[in-house]
């Protein structure tokens, strides 16, 4: 196991790299950049710019000069919010993505694991459409409609809830979560119904059940747990993917998460929050995937780490 | 409640209780017992709160509650004393000198004319690469140094003793006294920016002599601005606590005003005519010296060609965006790049092709078309960019225009800032803008064109004679000639149709009737010391609200 | 490692991943599967659902009396019946039934396109190693997970400010970041089919390694490519969506469900007819797809038998 997980590691520190250099050349490769509004400038004023942040070399010396500042962990000040560290910037954004999309997460799986096994027992009958059809639903709307509609009853009409921002506690992120929540249902219940009927299926619950174990049991008991393990491949990816947040969930409900900063960094050439951006969430997907590895083989003893 | 019913129907919720609108929210923000906090939808996030980087309104807005100029805003926006109590000029009106009163930074240095002087030659020091810069190109030496040709002391502004401020003019230019209540005048704390570089706009750093100070600046959650004790007057402020939202989602932000949780958002044009009808007391609109136009990039390959730029202004129906398009808010067609009804300018005749009927209008068109080698073979291809916040209605009823004459012409959206961007960048072939003027003089609209103004010049717009006569006006220290001569530059730069102009504006706001001083003004400032609310018991200097029409 | 889903937005990721631990198993004898499909009542309903929409899309713009791009003056905001349209107009007056049906076009249009595209490069490359393995193998999925590892939202990013906003460039962005997990399916379906001794009689025949992945393994690999390709296509009707909010989608004057259900979230309280129709447009769509999907997997995969 130990040495699995040091082999992941190592494997991804060439990744990693392999993800800054491919991010970092795309970016410059893009037209623009963060200073070309200032192109009617007098020449030595975009010199003067262009020296501060070393755009006046060569880029595969920019490159190294990146590379170099990243291995200490320097991401380097935000090129467009002037006198604002990178890192900072992420620092204040990521929580309030994490928590929002965390929660939601959570939150489908319990009722994706929950349709999905109602499905699974059910399976081509009543109880299974309707199951997969509630499931899906939830995929058919596009969340900038359900965003908006829920706003709409719970805010504007009941004023249960707020309509944007974060400034009402708990409160404020009812509604983001159900927005995330919503869509991530239908993957997890079609996931969770595909391995249960599988397990279903299997030798050993058939054995189960003619030993006499009552339904109830060879499902919570028995069958659960291994046909839960498939789900980890999904999960892996998806927590990393949530932590660095929704872009229209930020726009939607006027959050500070890193899913809107990402978007408008990018469009405005802020190479230095980009790039760290994109190495956080890589770090990020690299990591979960691991988790997700080690939880699989602990859940699931037919699973070997190589 | 008919239509949330069918709204319930595209399919989440089941049931819904009672519908009846919920105005007293208890989603508001909090705020600390005893304490007023105005809540204020401000559609962007500041990039700066620099006053000599800020460009946008939503930043300016935030900038001008915490510093304060020579002279200062009252509560609709008129001149007053600011940092000057007084001033006087000399007969040739090129020497302007200031008094200045005694006041303090929020830290407890006190304010002095130096302050002033550092801050004129920062903006102007192209180092700082202030875009506004050009604004100031009156002061004395103020192109020179921008330009890089002379050192930043060459200036011509000087601080005598700690309370004057002298600024020395390289023509007369009444309009100063506007300027000087506008960001790019305003003092910074050379301490603080000494010390700490780019980095003095922190929170933690930044210190104002205004009537509220920089508290938090969170980016996409909000920047807050609480009361500044040191302020000289701050016994008549209210307001405890300002935070500015970057409602970029403006349908969003309207229910959060209506819902009470926010006090104030800005209209989008096309939502002005339904919030009227919905919440008529919430809505405010007021003429304002603003246009809105479609820059036409003449540095483009295809639309350097002025017989293209005029056959695209011609055919566009300007009565059916101001009228139909804008649901009848009381806009006016505009073919003329400055607003009518500003003060000592004659506005010069409208082109001759405004008055022809639509059809003869798209005749001329095609022949000027044909005649830059275009036509039903070989179709004019036109891109648009346009800005998110904007009402795409208008682009598109553009568009259809256009393809009468058998342009074929494409829209890109982006989100505001990064449309404008495309814009100073010259990364477009036909731009959606809107100006408003820094203060009330035709020449605030006029120097958007003129060739040195730059980046904010965004077709790259350049006829040495429109130039030549600007520099003239400028020179010109009798108005009624100014405004004739300035009048004479807006004919020739109208015949060469750097711009496609849309219609002047009105703007729109939803504001919380709770609310007081808040004033209705050709500029739309609104500062926040003079505001209150009506169930508080502080009442300040604003008085009541201006009622709603 | 499976594909990261870009903060939830396109829909059939969680579909595919478990395409992936299903498609060893994924050959089994068509006649079985369609036999089993044509039972499935929701996905044969969803299949005539589908077809009527495509027929309605294909051939009635031609037979309204009304153009999608057709902007009356008079007719602003028309509520639904008034004035002749069915389901009302938008802003500048244009006929929503007209929009709607052009819009319907463009989303199955992009849905089919960039899934196409996604299946060429992601079933050469699959294929490619999971036919030779060993370092090419290697090699290429690291590809793959590097691209994984970069966010969707930067790929739009660059794509567009690069090469500018048309409607193919979104068909290609989106079929090229959809490949990835289409690669990795047929990968480990290839991995499985290769060492069975058809292949090897095949190779034994002296048939070149492309010849025998374009006879022989390719064609093998047909049931999980169907029915990921069944979950791909509302992703991408999903994701174009997306595209449209962030406005980078479609460009006036054309439209699609996505560029129409935004415009009608705008307009919602003032004229929720804009929202409504597209919106039920939209879902019965996915739905439908979905169904198909579902029907597909059930059908194709023994595991249900």
Not at chain 1, 260 to 289: C, E, H, P
Not at chain 3, 33 to 41: E, G, I, M, Q, S
Request: with cysteine; aromatic share 8%; glycine share 8%.
């Amino acid at each position: 196991m130990l040495r699995f997980i040091l082999r992941r590691l190592l494997v991804a520190i060439p990744t990693i790299f392999v993800v800054i250099t491919v991010a970092f050349f795309m970016m410059r490769a893009a037209p623009g950049s963060p200073y070309s509004i200032q192109r009617k400038l007098p020449p030595e004023i975009e010199e003067n710019l262009k020296k501060k942040y070393h755009f006046d070399e060569p880029l595969i010396v920019q490159y190294g000069r990146y590379l170099s500042q990243v291995a200490v962990g320097d991401f380097g000040p935000s090129m467009k919010y002037e006198g604002r560290e990178v890192v900072d910037i992420i620092k204040q954004a990521v929580p309030t993505s994490a928590k929002i999309g965390l929660t939601a997460l959570f939150l489908s799986l319990i009722i994706g694991i929950g349709l999905g096994i109602i499905a699974a027992l059910r399976q081509n009958r009543f109880a299974d459409y309707f199951a997969s059809t509630i499931a899906v639903i939830g995929v058919c709307v596009p969340t900038f409609v359900t965003g908006p509609l829920l706003v709409l009853i719970f805010a504007t009409n009941l004023g249960w809830l707020p309509t944007a921002g974060i400034g009402a506690g708990l409160k404020s992120f009812v509604l983001p979560v159900i927005v995330l929540t919503l869509p991530a249902i239908a993957g997890i219940a079609r996931l969770t119904r595909a391995s249960m009927i599988e397990v279903l299926n299997s030798n050993f619950i058939r054995t189960a059940r003619a030993k006499g174990l009552s339904g109830s049991t060879v499902v919570f008991r028995h069958a659960l747990k291994p046909a839960l393990v498939p789900l980890m491949g999904y999960l892996g990816p998806a927590t990393a993917g949530v932590i660095t947040g929704s872009l229209i969930v930020d726009k939607l409900f006027r959050l500070p998460g890193l899913g809107k900063i990402f978007f408008t960094a990018g469009i405005q050439r802020d190479y230095t929050l980009v790039m760290a951006i994109v190495i956080l969430s890589a770090v990020l997907i690299l990591v979960f995937n691991l988790l997700a590895d080690i939880a699989q083989a602990l859940m699931d003893p037919r699973v070997r780490l190589t | 409640m008919k239509r949330l019913a069918i709204l319930l129907a595209v399919g989440l919720m089941g049931s819904v209780a009672g519908c009846a609108a919920n105005k007293a929210s208890g989603a508001r923000m909090p705020c600390p017992a005893g304490k007023l906090c105005l809540e204020w939808g401000n559609t962007s996030d500041p990039v700066s709160l620099d006053p000599h980087k800020t460009q946008g309104t939503w930043e300016s807005r935030i900038v001008n509650d915490m510093l304060i100029g020579l002279t200062d805003n009252d509560a609709e926006g008129n001149v007053i004393p600011g940092m000057a109590t007084s001033w006087e000029t000399s007969p040739d009106g090129l020497v302007w000198t200031f008094h200045l009163r005694e006041a303090k930074w929020s830290d407890g240095v006190p304010v002095t004319g130096e302050d002033f002087v550092y801050a004129l030659r920062r903006i102007m020091d192209p180092k700082t690469a202030a875009e506004y810069a050009s604004l100031l190109y009156f002061i004395k030496n103020g192109e020179e140094v921008n330009a890089g040709d002379a050192p930043p002391t060459a200036l011509g502004v000087e601080s005598p003793d700690p309370r004057t401020v002298r600024i020395t003019l390289k023509h007369p230019a009444p309009y100063i006294l506007q300027l000087a209540k506008h960001q790019t005048m305003y003092p910074v704390p050379r301490h603080m920016v000494e010390k700490y570089g780019d980095k003095w706009t922190d929170p933690e750093h930044y210190v104002s002599n205004g009537p509220y100070k920089l508290v938090a600046w969170k980016l996409g959650d909000k920047v807050t601005i609480e009361k500044n004790p040191l302020y000289w007057e701050a016994s008549t402020v209210c307001i405890d606590r300002v935070n500015f939202y970057p409602t970029e989602d403006p349908g969003s932000a309207e229910r959060q005003v209506r819902s009470g949780e926010l006090d104030y958002q800005g209209l989008r044009l096309n939502r002005i005519a339904y919030q009227k009808r919905e919440a008529p007391e919430y809505v405010h609109t007021h003429i304002y010296l603003g246009n809105a136009y479609l820059p036409l990039n003449t540095g483009s390959a295809k639309l350097r060609d002025p017989r293209l730029r005029k056959a695209l202004s011609m055919v566009v129906d300007r009565d059916f965006l101001s009228h139909d398009v804008m649901l009848g808010i009381g806009m006016e067609s505009a073919y003329n790049f400055v607003p009518p009804g500003i003060a000592g300018y004659p506005n010069p005749p409208e082109p001759e092709w405004a008055a022809w009927p639509m059809e003869r209008r798209q005749q001329e068109a095609r022949r000027l078309l044909a005649e830059a080698g275009y036509g039903p073979k070989n179709p004019l291809e036109i891109e648009i960019k346009q800005r998110s916040m904007d009402v795409t209605a208008t682009q598109a009823s553009v568009q259809n225009d256009w393809s009468k004459i058998g342009v074929k012409t494409t829209i890109i959206t982006a989100e505001t800032q990064i449309a404008y961007q495309y814009y100073r960048t010259g990364d477009f072939e036909v731009g959606d803008a809107g100006w408003i003027a820094d203060y009330n003089d035709p020449m605030s609209f006029l120097y958007l064109m003129h060739s040195k103004t730059g980046a904010m010049n965004y077709g790259k717009y350049a006829n040495p004679e429109y130039d030549r006569l600007l520099d003239l006006a400028d020179n010109e220290p009798h108005p009624k000639k100014r405004g004739e001569i300035l009048a004479q530059a807006e004919t020739v730069m109208m015949n060469d149709n750097p711009a496609i102009n849309l219609y002047f504006q009105i703007y729109g706001n939803l504001v919380s009737p709770r609310l007081t001083g808040y004033k209705d003004n050709i500029s739309d400032t609104h500062p926040s010391r003079f505001m209150s609310f009506k169930d508080a018991s502080c009442k300040a200097a604003g008085g009541d609200s201006t009622p709603t029409r | 490692m499976s594909r990261q889903p870009s903060a939830f937005i396109p829909g059939s990721r969680a579909g595919a991943a478990a395409m992936e631990s299903a498609a060893v198993q994924g050959r089994s004898l068509w006649d079985d599967a369609r036999r089993r499909l044509f039972r499935n009542k929701a996905a044969v309903t969803s299949m005539i659902v589908i077809a009527v929409m495509v027929a309605l899309a294909l051939v009635l713009p031609f037979l309204l009396p009304f153009k999608y791009n057709e902007i009356t003056h008079t007719d602003v905001l028309k509520a639904p019946l008034q004035s002749g349209h069915l389901l009302g107009t938008d802003t500048l007056g244009r006929d929503l039934f007209a929009r709607i049906l052009t819009g319907l076009r463009m989303s199955i249009t992009i849905g089919i396109v960039a899934t196409a595209v996604a299946l060429v490069i992601g079933v050469a490359w699959g294929a490619t190693a999971g036919y030779f393995g060993g370092r090419i193998d290697e090699v290429m999925m690291r590809i793959v997970d590097v691209l994984y590892s970069l966010p969707f939202i930067f790929f739009v990013i660059i794509l567009m400010v690069t090469f500018g906003r048309n409607i193919i460039l979104i068909f290609v962005a989106i079929g090229a970041v959809e490949w990835l997990t289409m690669s990795r399916i047929v990968r480990a379906q290839t991995m499985s089919l290769k060492n069975m001794e058809f292949i090897e009689s095949a190779r034994a025949t002296g048939l070149t390694a492309g010849q025998i992945i374009g006879r022989h393994v390719v064609p093998n690999l047909l049931g999980p490519v169907v029915v990921y390709i069944t979950l791909t296509v509302p992703g991408v009707i999903l994701t174009e969506a997306f595209l449209s909010y962030i406005g980078m989608g479609v460009q006036e004057p054309r439209t699609s469900l996505g560029r129409l259900i935004n415009s009608g979230v705008t307009n919602m309280e003032q004229a929720p007819w804009l929202l409504i129709f597209p919106c039920i447009v939209m879902a019965v769509l996915l739905l439908a797809l979905n169904f198909i999907g579902d029907g597909l997997r059930d059908a194709i995969d023994p595991k249900d038998r």
